[in-house]
């Protein structure tokens, strides 16, 4: 398909868009170029990553025979590929964590179809970041025109894009889609400081003059709280030195609990170690995944990824794991698999706003036996560790969970996208989005006034 490009930079261009049926037939060169040019430092989103999309159709994983029919667009001037996105076409809404349900369900009930849809986002990872990947502004606004465009044509209900970064919002918000936001929960590895004189600019370690009230930010920023430290009598923030000084930022109770909840794994005779890229062992591969699996059967689902969808991690992006087993007696019992974007730390424990920030991503988990607290000391306080002593910026902690704010996790804003094609629904759920923006933004400031710091003393 052929159009005359009327946009931006590239105005005077024609473009072409081709539509293809996997990610096989999309150059992987180019696709990961692209993604590098959507990162400050040019680090490549794990997610995102062509190797990641092909492992999710060529193990099974994501695939027509799943609901998952790809659709890769890509756009072109001449032979450079310009801007690009991976499209699935959806005969469900499950893996997706943007509930959209009761909008089918409105569809059915008027005897409309609401699937097939098109879906703008990596498979059962609800991660934001980059979607529609682009070499400027103009060009992903373009792209979304075109994703519209597309979707009329093959006359699909609706176009949704979901976890997105910034830049892809302000695309979005140009094609006039409906913005629609939810909440997740963030740590970052900021020690703040406290000023003591407003004259003077003396700042005092946190844990020696008490704490900040911390705000929570959006989703893709360095730190997802305490951005207006300026405004707030503070002064520039510090990685934390190890668990302790992180510990020490928290509130007594939470500090308390957190030790009492450690301290019962340890007694319960677990003990841990952790492996990184290379060094994950097939054996532990396969261990992780019985426990992954588990976690699935334990709850009446299979589960959506296959074994060799993490072989083919293993094979082609094992920089991008790390893996936690948990042992006792000398026998594993629980893993937790954590993704990583390798950070670009100038020294031991320095970063700053230059810096590629580093950022973990809890991922899966899963137990052979029952050890009380073993959950979160796998999933949480083990990565935050880790994060701590190699310099990394952020741990995402996944989709939901209010339960994450008791462990130092703080709210932070996600963003989805939404196209209809049928205007009263688009025009309903239109409404229904304002009024559920307002009901998140209620939820925002009472998780605020619930955050787990020391609070600053008037």
């Known amino acids: 398909m052929k159009k005359k490009n009327t946009v931006g930079a590239v105005a005077e261009n024609d473009y072409v868009i081709r539509v293809l049926d996997s990610p096989g037939q999309v150059d992987a060169v180019g696709w990961n170029a692209l993604l590098a040019l959507q990162e400050s430092g040019g680090e490549l989103n794990p997610f995102m990553r062509h190797e990641y999309l092909a492992a999710m159709f060529e193990s099974g994983s994501a695939t027509p025979a799943t609901g998952w ?54 498979p059962f990872t609800p991660v934001p970041g980059p979607r529609l990947l682009a070499r400027d502004a103009a060009t992903r606004t373009l792209l979304v025109q075109a994703l519209v465009a597309w979707c009329g044509e093959e006359e699909l209900s609706s176009l949704h894009l979901l976890f997105t970064s910034d830049a892809d919002v302000a695309a979005c918000e140009e094609a006039g889609l409906m913005l629609r936001h939810n909440v997740q929960f963030h740590w970052s590895n900021r020690a703040p400081t406290l000023v003591t004189s407003c004259t003077s600019g003396v700042a ?25 430290a300026a405004t707030n009598g503070l002064a520039s923030t510090r990685p934390f030195r190890d668990f302790d000084d992180f510990l020490m930022s928290l509130s007594h109770d939470k500090r308390k609990k957190i030790r009492q909840e450690r301290r019962k794994v340890l007694d319960a005779g677990v003990r841990f170690r952790w492996s990184l890229g290379k060094n994950i062992s097939t054996s532990d591969w396969d261990f992780f995944y019985s426990c992954y699996e588990r976690t699935y059967f334990e709850h009446g689902n299979a589960p959506y990824l296959s074994r060799d969808f993490f072989q083919r991690m293993q094979d082609t992006m094992p920089e991008n794991w790390l893996l936690f087993v948990a042992e006792r007696n000398g026998r594993p019992i629980a893993t937790s698999l954590i993704a990583v974007r390798p950070n670009g730390v100038r020294a031991a424990g320095q970063f700053d706003a230059q810096t590629t920030a580093g950022i973990a991503y809890g991922r899966y988990w899963g137990a052979i036996e029952r050890v009380d607290c073993l959950h979160f000391e796998a999933c949480y306080y083990q990565p935050l560790q880790w994060c701590i002593e190699h310099g990394y910026q952020r741990f995402e902690g996944g989709a939901q969970g209010e339960h994450k704010m008791a462990r130092a996790l703080l709210p932070v804003k996600t963003t989805s996208a939404h196209w209809l094609a049928h205007p009263a629904f688009a025009d309903a759920v239109e409404r ?21 710091f020391r609070q600053v003393r008037p």
């Open 69 to 122: 029919t790809p659709r890769f667009v890509t756009l072109w001037e001449g032979s450079q590929l310009t801007g690009a996105c991976a499209l699935y076409l959806k005969n469900h809404s499950y893996g997706e964590y943007v509930f959209d349900h009761a909008w089918a369900n409105a569809y059915h009930q008027h005897g409309l179809l609401y699937y097939p849809k098109a879906l703008v986002a990596p």
């Open 204 to 228: 005092l370690p946190l844990a020696q003059e008490g704490a900040l009230r911390l705000r929570p930010g959006r989703a893709g920023s360095a730190a997802p709280a305490g951005e207006d």
């Open 432 to 452: 229904f989005l304002e009024r559920e923006g307002e009901g998140i933004a209620g939820y925002m400031e009472e998780l605020e006034r619930r955050n787990p």
